[in-house]
């Protein structure tokens, strides 16, 4: 039950704008989501890994439990090959992070998982959740925010949250709102991201062990292949002719070619993108755009997740960089709101200030997970001729163990916020301590 008067309107029921729900209502905030789809779980096919400080971060909400039923460990066997069929290295690549945080990433179907979420949201919080809403506009003004959605309807809140993905509506709303009060204001451009590569990804029945995972690495492409409990996974990355900022829509014919073009190459051992891919059950293909904005919040709205930062999802960083956000986003706001008297809500002025607080939280762990999914991308895609070395010769288990685990990885993963007024075991530790444990609340 919410303890202040203070609203919140999410915009966008994705998997953050889900995640941010779970957290208001534990912190007692009121919130509505509007979600422009039919349905919240729309399956566009592709997976979701998380690694153990999200895990933690969702155990802290209760969300555990549940998930542990729909989700696979990824590991303990990587297996690495060349277009033509060469496999160049087979390993525990991720055992660095078992010893450091208890566990390796756990691979869960998207749509599953978002729909997990939404079931797992308490009774009398379900019908906050709105679907068909497609928010059109929003109005910030001193003492309240509107928000208005293309079937006319409007609704009222303290704060907008934009947790709409990559091509966010509500960024490009207060954008404008932002050029319009101060046209000289230094702000980020309409289309804030650039994408360099595009994937195309498949699900389809799980054919090998719960847990195999491989590369194939090539020139401008590659391939992940991954297996979850229930399915398997292929994500295809090609580099783009040149860079663009647009937003390109891709067709069934588009799938089907891409597919075509990636048929020999292998993803397992004796099992080729051409033994899958024409059995998928759901599929997609989009640009990957990547960058991080500079304008985070202005007036009564504040961005979280893809809306504010997007990464390549080789090294699976991007929901679990929107977590982050929205445990830092609560954890401040819940200290402004909570504690004052219920007819004195938030002025813009108090809010701006904690959009600033928020995003200077955010802004370095922010930057490592954007550089490390870069690097992994261009490894992956041998974009030149040190990425080359760094994938085919360089990365082996023990060495990825210390570079990119010890060094970079773990100590990043340790510093990982949780909620500070969430009290939870701690499900997974390892040989590196949390630094923000979470029975020892900070
Ligand atoms: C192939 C692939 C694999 C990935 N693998 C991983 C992984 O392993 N691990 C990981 O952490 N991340 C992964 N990601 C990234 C992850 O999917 C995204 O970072 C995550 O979905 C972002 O969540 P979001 O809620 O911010 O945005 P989205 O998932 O884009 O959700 C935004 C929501 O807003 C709604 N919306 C949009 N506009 C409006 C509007 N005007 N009004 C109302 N609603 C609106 C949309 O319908 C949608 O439901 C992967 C991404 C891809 C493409």
Not at 27 to 39: K, M
Not at 123 to 141: A, C, F, H
Not at 152 to 178: F, N
């Amino acid at each position: 039950m919410a303890v202040t008067n203070f609203k919140v309107i999410i915009v966008g029921g994705g998997p953050v704008g889900l995640t941010a729900a779970h957290a208001l209502h534990k912190a007692g905030i009121d919130f509505t989501v509007l979600e422009r789809s039919n349905e919240i779980a729309m399956d566009v096919g592709a997976s979701i890994a998380l690694g153990s400080a999200t895990l933690r971060v969702l155990h802290q909400l209760g969300l555990l439990d549940q998930l542990w039923d729909l989700g696979g460990e990824i590991g303990p066997l990587l297996k690495k090959f060349t277009i033509d069929g060469y496999k160049f290295k087979s390993g525990d690549f991720l055992y660095g992070m078992k010893k450091s945080h208890g566990l390796r990433p756990v691979a869960f179907h998207r749509a599953e998982l978002v729909q997990s979420l939404y079931d797992q949201l308490p009774e009398e919080v379900k019908p906050n959740i709105l679907t068909r809403k497609k928010v059109s506009d929003i109005q910030s003004g001193e003492k309240k925010a509107k928000v208005v959605c293309d079937d006319g309807s409007i609704y009222e809140g303290d704060l907008v949250l934009g947790a709409d993905g990559v091509h966010s509506q509500t960024r490009k709303i207060m954008r404008k709102l932002a050029l319009e009060a101060d046209p000289n204001v230094n702000w980020d451009p309409e289309a804030p991201f650039t994408a360099t590569y595009r994937c195309m990804w498949a699900s389809f029945k799980r054919p090998t062990a719960v847990g195999d995972t491989a590369e194939t690495q090539h020139k401008d492409s590659s391939i992940m292949y991954l297996v979850g409990k229930e399915r398997g996974w292929i994500f295809l990355y090609e580099k783009l002719p040149q860079p663009t900022k647009e937003r390109t829509s891709y067709t069934s014919e588009d799938v089907e070619a891409m597919g075509n073009r990636f048929a020999e190459y292998p993803i397992w051992d004796n099992l080729k993108v051409k033994d899958v891919f024409p059995d998928r059950m759901t599929g997609g293909m989009s640009d990957l755009h990547e960058g991080i904005c500079n304008n985070w919040g202005w007036g009564r709205i504040v961005l979280a997740g893809d809306a504010i930062h997007k990464v390549c999802p080789n090294a699976g960083l991007g929901y679990q960089t929107g977590v982050q956000d929205v445990v830092s986003l609560v954890n401040i706001l819940r200290q402004l709101v909570v504690p004052s008297e219920p007819s004195m809500g938030l002025s813009v002025s108090a809010l701006e200030a904690m959009y600033k607080s928020y995003q200077s939280q955010r802004w370095d762990p922010l930057s490592h997970d954007a550089f490390i999914s870069g690097q992994v991308t261009r490894i992956h895609a041998w974009a030149n001729v040190w990425y080359y070395l760094l994938g085919r010769i360089v990365l082996v288990p023990h060495f990825m163990d210390t570079l990119m685990n010890d060094w970079l990885q773990a100590p990043a993963t340790s510093k990982a916020l949780a909620f500070n007024f969430l009290d939870a075991e701690e499900p997974f530790e390892g040989q590196v301590p949390w630094v923000h444990p979470l029975k020892n609340l900070y």
